[in-house]
Nanobody, 122 residues
């Protein structure tokens, strides 16, 4: 069992930055591919970014490329999402996710965090 706890959400003005963190319980953090999803009101949950077990391979959805950076610290059992140059369209609840398989869709997630609200004001 893995528990994921996100922190770092909040209200930011357009063009600003936020850094999300997700701390995982247990000793098997490095066994999981990690990722961040987000869900805006009335929309489906979408994949934002992923990072593999060792941290040397990442993926970003097109809308965040060049603005978001995902990273992980296996010694601290934590994954991060640095978000820069935020527009209002990035407003959503952001969810941390862990998967033993390739993380490409909500169906491949083994564990979810509770979510953290990110609101970008115009």
């Amino acid at each position: 069992q893995v528990q994921l706890l996100e922190r770092g959400g909040g209200l930011v003005q357009a063009g600003g930055s936020l850094r999300l963190s997700c701390a995982a319980s247990g000793r098997t953090f490095s066994s999981y591919n990690m990722g961040w999803f987000r869900q805006a009101p009335g929309k489906e949950r979408e994949l934002v970014a992923t990072i593999n077990r060792s941290g040397d391979s990442t993926y970003y959805t097109d809308s965040v490329k060049g603005r978001f950076t995902i990273s992980r610290d296996n010694a601290k059992n934590t994954v991060y999402l640095q978000m820069n140059n935020l527009p209002p369209e990035d407003t959503a609840v952001y969810y941390c996710a862990a998967s033993v398989s390739v993380l490409i869709h909500t169906s491949s997630v083994n564990y979810w965090g509770q979510g953290t609200q990110v609101t970008v004001s115009s």
